[in-house]
């Protein structure tokens, strides 16, 4: 709301000082002090007015240390993020940017899915929730409007040079380009680093592309949706895991949106990526902000409301972005959490069919009640986690170096 503000005032009016509002940096610098406020200045009132709503997290008894102290504990806190993120994104974001449209959908919409779950489990006394067959159809939904919008609007495009861009004494020389309409991706760790989808599925004929490639849209936004809102199990985790992989995607899109930088980086230049810079500013301080409140001991859960929503966001960010094929290293505590439940509920239901006993591999899943199974403090498990999703950013930027 204020980027046509400051624009009119730079452009039209020439007031001295308003053209800082062009600068991303700025603009990106704003979003994540504001969020930072909404959550953590306004953060207790909110866990105020839900623990006075009597919203609070009914936990089941599964043996674990100090389990039963959370329970009462305020939940729906994704509230908070929700706001943390669109809040800045609205004041600070070209909201005319297709990108940026995309993300506050996601934002919303995954956010009201996690939110009525939340609410039958706690004003209808519900434990299981909103079905989960209602949770993929949204889940659908979402990925369907996403991936059309990708793989149509004439917006989504990738600029190439036809030769390098160059800097002459200070000035930048913009070569002849050409804006691409096409379905290329990021192949990591690979020297031609480039995969078509028009390519891969151009021999099934030409409107059988648009149909795989959605296909893979909704995958990828289930299972990263799915995946945040596994590891959601122990204060501070989803949160922090979600700050660093936010941080980690806003560096992609700095580089995505700059001439420069993405040709000497050997990274796709795509036309107003630059914007996605300020929603994942405003998503870290989102979820820097929270975890003043929800680090051990927590004082607000996010619930569904916020976990679904935020392994949503991160799945459509790696997609505008091209760099989807990455979410299995980017996102790897996403992954090896989801991936635990899977090994662990396969192998259980293999061995009580074959041996007529189900076995487990895990003491507990997710992984991280595996861990609390064997008296590991939370804390302790939470910092390493968040480590280790460090190491896995560093490998992920690494690949900006390959050519």
Request: some cysteine; proline content about 3%; charged content about 15%.
């Amino acid at each position: 709301m204020l980027y046509p503000i400051f624009e009119y005032f730079d452009q039209v009016l020439d007031i001295p000082g308003t053209g800082v509002f062009r600068y991303i940096s700025f603009r990106a610098g704003m979003a994540a002090l504001v969020s930072l406020v909404i959550t953590i200045t306004f953060g207790q009132n909110i866990i105020s007015w839900i623990r006075n709503k009597q919203i609070g997290e009914t936990v089941r008894d599964l043996g674990l240390e100090g389990q039963t102290e959370k329970k009462g504990t305020p939940t729906m806190g994704g509230l908070m993020i929700m706001a943390g993120i669109i809040i800045p994104t609205l004041l600070f974001a070209n909201v005319n940017n297709i990108y940026i449209i995309l993300l506050l959908i996601t934002t919303l919409w995954l956010g009201a899915i996690g939110f009525l779950d939340d609410y039958i489990k706690v004003f209808r006394k519900n434990k299981e929730g909103l079905a989960g067959r209602f949770k993929i159809i949204g889940q659908i939904v979402i990925g369907i409007i996403v991936g059309a919008t990708l793989y149509f609007h004439e917006g989504v495009v990738v600029r190439e040079f036809t030769n390098p861009v160059s800097i002459e004494e200070g000035v930048v020389e913009t070569p002849a380009f050409k804006d691409v309409k096409t379905m290329k991706t990021t192949i990591p760790f690979m020297k031609d680093n480039e995969l078509n989808y028009e390519r891969v599925f151009g021999f099934l004929g030409e409107a059988a592309t648009p149909i795989f490639y959605i296909l893979i849209v909704i995958f990828i936004i289930t299972a990263v949706s799915n995946g945040a809102n596994i590891t959601d199990g122990i204060d501070g985790l989803a949160a922090g895991t979600s700050a660093i992989i936010g941080l980690t995607i806003a560096i992609f899109a700095y580089i995505s949106g700059n001439a420069i930088f993405s040709q000497y980086l050997n990274v796709f230049f795509i036309p107003n990526s630059g914007e996605l810079v300020i929603f994942c500013a405003a998503f870290v301080g989102a979820c820097i902000g929270f975890l003043w409140y929800n680090a051990y001991p927590a004082q607000v859960f996010m619930g569904d409301t916020g976990s679904l929503m935020l392994g949503g966001v991160i799945a459509v960010l790696s997609l505008t972005l091209r760099k989807e094929l990455l979410i299995p290293v980017l996102c790897g505590i996403f992954v090896i959490e989801n991936a635990s439940v899977i090994i662990q509920v396969s192998y259980f239901k293999y061995t009580r069919k074959k041996y007529g006993e189900g076995k487990r591999i895990f003491l507990m899943s997710p992984l991280h009640h595996h861990y609390q199974k064997k008296n590991i403090h939370e804390a302790k498990i939470v910092t390493r986690f968040w480590i280790l999703g460090i190491l896995l950013a560093i490998i992920t930027l690494a690949t900006l170096k390959l050519r």
